[in-house]
């Protein structure tokens, strides 16, 4: 069966740290570029940080520059989402999506709505005091 699961979320304190997990079964994740994405209450999922397959480049928005860290083991057909100095404001169910029509990252290919993604069922994150 292919899926994508995601795990690792839970409940912090602000300035706390989490690190996400994103494991792929029946397919590997080798090949393609790998973003993550969260989606708060009542906003839009948006794109938080992807990495590539190619070359291991990466991009993040500029909310999260600088606390996350996003890698990949492609070893264990797995990619990771080191969250650190957590904030309120990055409340929100994270979600990891393969990119299958490509295998670099690029701010451009970090939206929703466009073709070609293979979406996780998501992980809450609550940082909250």
Known sequence: QV?????GGGLVQPGG???LSCAASGFT??????GWFRQAPGK???GVSCI????GSTY????VKGRFTISRDNAKNTVYLQMNSLKPEDTAV???AADLLGSSCTPSR???GLPGYYWGQGTQVTVSS
């Open 29 to 34: 994740l080798d090949y393609y570029a790998i």
């Open 60 to 63: 993040y928005a500029d909310s």
């Open 110 to 112: 970090l939206r929703v």
């Open 44 to 46: 839009e999922r948006e």
């Open 3 to 7: 899926q994508l699961v995601e795990s």
């Open 17 to 19: 740290s989490l690190r």
């Open 52 to 55: 590539s397959s190619s070359d």
């Open 94 to 96: 994270y979600y990891c």
